[in-house]
């Protein structure tokens, strides 16, 4: 299966290639665009693109045999009868079916009939597609021609022969891809004829010859600001440019923003190291991070002599447009003759520019013409891609969702002015679109961006769509297209073209609106059907994990409650054993209880405990109060918790001196004590 696949993407190549050098078509997505639309058939695409004046090429021989039988060059009766008015008839099927295929035929490209002499078929050789590199190194510029089909290792082994750095050691910068490895074949990254490169070597020091360029490889990766000032036009352009961009590429956007062409420019504020075009933004000496320009026309002969007043609100017309203007400016003509106008009428400026790299940009230039042309009441055009007015409609709360509108402007049309003036600032129709729909805006008056529409709407909308738009011929436009998001896909609803009136125009987004509106109830339904059981699962979800906490919390005090006992357990424990021991001690302290016939005087003490018992011992008159405690502790009743009493009269022992004896605390011969704790 991957063999196949990668057959399949060479075959696709091959095809892409032979399509772009018969039709001459150099955007390669408008080209991918066209193979598909017609399923990548080479034969349907270029009919497609280049109508034929004597019949169509057919598409339905798919052998190799078929289609080099089908150009073979025309008999001699066939040239004579074209030279006399007649076409050339088609090849009979014996002959298709009786010739054999040409060993060249996979290694060439077939054109259509040629519009000049529709008599002439011929076959163009597919040569290799050439490819200049312009490859930049500290002080050192390298030119480099490779065919397409050659690898970035190729390039890599040709600047180690040029420049004499190892492969190893050379990072090849500058791709609009971003990095790519050595194996990479050139025709996948779909590069332009004319590329600027450079080479990074993070590893070899620059030499003392190249310490004051040390900053090059950061300044290529830098970004200045332009800030350009337009004398005629007196306004101002703030533009970003990478170091890598080239100071004539900088001119191209300039002449694209202007109207002036590259060679009728006249700069101020270019360094004089500036001083060749083809230098890069980051060794030419400019300011970073800003630097500020003036650029005007310059004048010609016929111009100094009958100067004319250029109208302020002019900032954008193409190159071509350009040259047509300057052409006739060098013959003395006046601008406004050439059309048939006064001397007072201004030239229009195209709505958005040519080849804009930001979406954002180019629609705030539309808004302001638009408002140059037509005045301020007009619709709110959305200032953004076409993804983000279709996620600024589509994709937000079912309430709060509306329709697309997408407004398709050709000047080249006659009833663009009349649509935009009549129909597009009525104040019914600016107050409906701005209250019910995102307006979002483009111009396809020149067809790099009808290119990049048709790509946008491709990837957003679908080839339908795509292909909807490019049936409209050039007098149809302009075009509103009334587009509806759907749970799965977006829907167009409706393409109002230019030759409308106010009423109908009215009367058709109120119909669009009707059907969105009964869609929109449906999606609020279920909208609120969704957030209901997600609100139910939120407060089940929230029950529970408030019931997770009460018995984690249970559980954690439980612990906290049994960890407290054991310790409480453990202390009372340690005290029990402490007083064991202390006990003990005293026991083994005491002296030896006397005999009854011993010749000294014995004391005979009787002693009740606070449960009842009585404790009897013998002591000798002499002994110290202090023995008669350590027996009572000896008990199990510390002196520091209880406190030894007499009967009558009531006196407290514990509170004597501990070192008088008996006989002096009256305790001889025999006395009962009692026990009593203390409070």
């Not at 075959?11 to 017609?38: K, S, V, Y």
């Amino acid at each position: 299966m991957a063999s196949e696949s990668g057959e399949s993407n060479m075959d696709r190549e091959m095809i892409l290639a032979d399509f772009q050098a018969c039709t001459g078509i150099d955007n390669i997505a408008e080209a991918i665009t066209l193979l598909e639309l017609n399923n990548w058939d080479l034969v349907a695409a270029i009919n497609g693109v280049i109508p034929q004046e004597n019949g169509i090429l057919q598409s339905n021989f798919s052998s190799e045999a078929s289609q080099s039988s089908m150009f073979q060059p025309p008999s001699q009766s066939e040239a004579a009868d074209a030279a006399a008015g007649g076409s050339v008839p088609p090849p009979s099927s014996s002959s298709l079916s009786s010739s054999p295929p040409s060993s060249s035929s996979s290694t060439s490209a077939f054109c259509p009939i040629n519009p000049i002499n529709p008599t002439s078929r011929h076959i163009v050789e597919r040569q290799p597609r050439m490819l200049n590199f312009r490859v930049e190194y500290r002080q050192r510029t390298v030119e480099l021609v490779l065919e397409e089909g050659s690898t970035v290792g190729e390039i890599k082994q040709i600047l180690e022969t040029e420049l004499g750095i190892p492969v190893s050691k050379m990072q090849l910068k500058g791709w609009k891809s971003g990095d790519v490895s050595d194996s990479t074949v050139m025709r996948s990254l779909h590069l332009p004829k004319n590329n600027s490169l450079y080479v990074l070597t993070p590893d070899i020091a620059p030499t003392a010859s190249t310490s004051k360029n040390s900053g090059l490889q950061e300044s290529l990766n830098q970004n200045f600001l332009l800030v350009i000032s337009h004398r005629e036009a007196q306004r101002d352009y703030s533009l970003n440019f990478p170091g890598s961009r080239t100071i004539q590429e900088v001119k191209r956007n300039i002449s694209d923003l202007t109207n002036i062409p590259v060679r009728h420019q006249q700069w101020e504020g270019w360094p004089v190291s500036a001083s060749d075009d083809s230098m890069t933004l980051a060794v030419s000496g400019i300011s970073y991070p800003c630097h500020h320009l003036s650029v005007c026309r310059r004048s010609s002969p016929a111009n100094s002599q009958e100067p004319t007043e250029e109208c302020a609100d002019v900032h954008m017309v193409s190159d071509s447009e350009g040259d047509d203007f300057e052409d006739a400016s060098e013959f003395g003509v006046d601008d406004s003759e050439m059309f048939g106008m006064g001397s007072s009428t201004c030239r229009k400026s195209p709505m958005m520019p040519e080849n804009s790299e930001n979406e954002a940009d180019a629609l705030l230039h539309f808004t302001a013409e638009f408002s140059s042309r037509y005045g301020e009441t007009h619709p709110m055009f959305f200032i953004g891609s076409l993804e983000a007015a279709s996620q600024e409609a589509f994709y937000g709360k079912a309430r709060d969702r509306k329709l697309l509108a997408i407004y398709l402007h050709n000047d080249d049309s006659v009833l663009s002015n009349v649509f935009c003036s009549q129909m597009m600032c009525a104040d019914s129709i600016v107050s409906y679109l701005s209250q019910n729909f995102i307006t979002w805006a483009w111009d396809v008056t020149k067809e790099a961006n009808k290119a990049r529409l048709l790509t946008m709407c491709t990837r957003h909308f679908g080839s339908v769509v795509t292909q909807t738009i490019r049936t409209y011929k050039t007098d149809q436009f302009p075009l509103l297209l009334i587009v509806m998001g759907k749970r799965t896909s977006n829907e167009v609803l409706n393409v109002i073209q230019g030759n409308t009136t106010v009423d109908e125009l009215m009367m058709r987004l109120m119909g669009a609106m009707e059907i969105f509106t009964a869609q929109q109830q449906e999606d609020i339904k279920d909208e609120d059907e969704r957030e209901a059981r997600e609100t139910v699962k939120r407060e089940q979800d929230e029950a529970y994990r408030v019931s997770l906490e009460a018995d984690r919390k249970k559980r954690e005090a439980q612990e906290r409650e049994e960890a407290e006992q054991v310790r409480l357990e453990r202390m009372r424990k340690e005290q029990e054993d402490e007083k064991e021991a202390i006990r003990l001690s005293l026991e083994q302290a005491l002296p030896a209880e006397p005999d009854e016939d011993a010749g000294e005087q014995i004391s005979k003490l009787r002693i009740r405990t606070p449960s009842g018992e009585f404790l009897e011992r013998r002591f000798l008159g002499s002994c110290k109060l202090q023995v008669l405690f350590d027996f009572v502790a000896s008990k199990g009743y510390p002196f520091e918790e209880f406190k030894l009493l007499t009967t009558f009269p009531r006196r407290n022992i514990t509170q004597l001196e501990p070192g008088s004896t008996l006989l002096e605390a009256k305790l001889f011969p025999q006395e009962t004590l009692f026990l009593e704790s203390k409070e």
